[in-house]
């Protein structure tokens, strides 16, 4: 069974920093390329970071890369978004997924609940 826990969401400041984490099952974990999406309110759902399952290859949407990094520790089971700069505009829901990329398309197969994060100006 397919199971994904996202933490680490909360109200900052814009120029702040979080971590998000996404605790998923050993057997998903071990087999999976994983992701990072968001929402922001009255949005769609945006790809944001992906990560293959061996972490020898990350992807990132354009307008994110060198402010977000996402990373996996396969002990912990755990990928992980690391947020910096946060700017108002990052707001939004953030959620892991199990991903695959489909004609150069991220695609999420399974998803964790979400985490919310604010980001105030």
């Known amino acids: 069974q397919v199971h994904l826990v996202e933490s680490g969401g909360g109200l900052v400041q814009a120029g702040d920093s979080l971590r998000l984490s996404c605790a998923a099952s050993e057997r998903t974990f071990s087999s999976s390329g994983l992701g990072w999406f968001r929402q922001a309110p009255g949005k769609e759902r945006d790809f944001v970071a992906a990560i293959s399952w061996s972490g020898g290859s990350t992807w990132y949407v354009d307008s994110e890369k060198g402010r977000f990094t996402i990373s996996r520790d396969n002990a912990k089971n755990t990928v992980y978004l690391q947020m910096n700069s946060l700017k108002p505009e990052d707001t939004a829901v953030y959620y892991c997924?199990?991903?695959?990329?489909?004609?150069?398309?991220?695609?999420?197969?399974?998803w964790g609940q979400g985490t919310q994060v604010i980001v105030s100006s």
């Open positions: 997924a199990v991903v695959n990329n489909v004609l150069g398309r991220w695609i999420g197969d399974y």
